[in-house]
Nanobody, 120 residues
Framework: QVQLVESGGGLVQPGGSLGLSCAAS????????MGWYRQAPGKQREMVAV??????SYGDPVKGRFTISRDIVKNTVYLQMNSLKPDDTAVYYC???????????????WGQGTQVTVSS
């Protein structure tokens, strides 16, 4: 099995910064992509940022403020969030596309979620 363990999150004032990290562990053969999604109360889950190889993608609301990075050796993904706004308040979920054996298509895995609250 595969586990995603998130850390970081919490309460921050508008304009502040916060970092998230997520480590994947378990029966991992290959990691195709890792990233972050978020879900605010009453809203659908949306993509925040995804990294696959050297390619990164960002949701429009966070472009220019958030940065995603990855440590391939540690199977860990990071999200640096700057210039945070109250609209960034949400539960942030780690995501990974991982295959557990050779020639096997990747499956999607999710972390348990971590709360980020931006408020004065």
């Amino acid at each position: 099995q595969v586990q995603l363990v998130e850390s970081g999150g919490g309460l921050v004032q508008p304009g502040g910064s916060l970092g998230l990290s997520c480590a994947a562990s378990g029966s991992i053969f290959s990691v195709y992509a890792m990233g972050w999604y978020r879900q605010a109360p009453g809203k659908q889950r949306e993509m925040v940022a995804v990294i696959s190889g050297a390619s990164t993608s960002y949701g429009d609301p966070v472009k220019g403020r958030f940065t995603i990075s990855r440590d391939i050796v540690k199977n860990t993904v990071y999200l640096q969030m700057n210039s945070l706004k109250p609209d960034d308040t949400a539960v942030y979920y780690c995501y990974a596309a991982i295959s557990m054996r050779s020639a096997s298509a990747p499956s999607d895995y999710w972390g348990q979620g971590t709360q980020v609250t931006v408020s004065s």
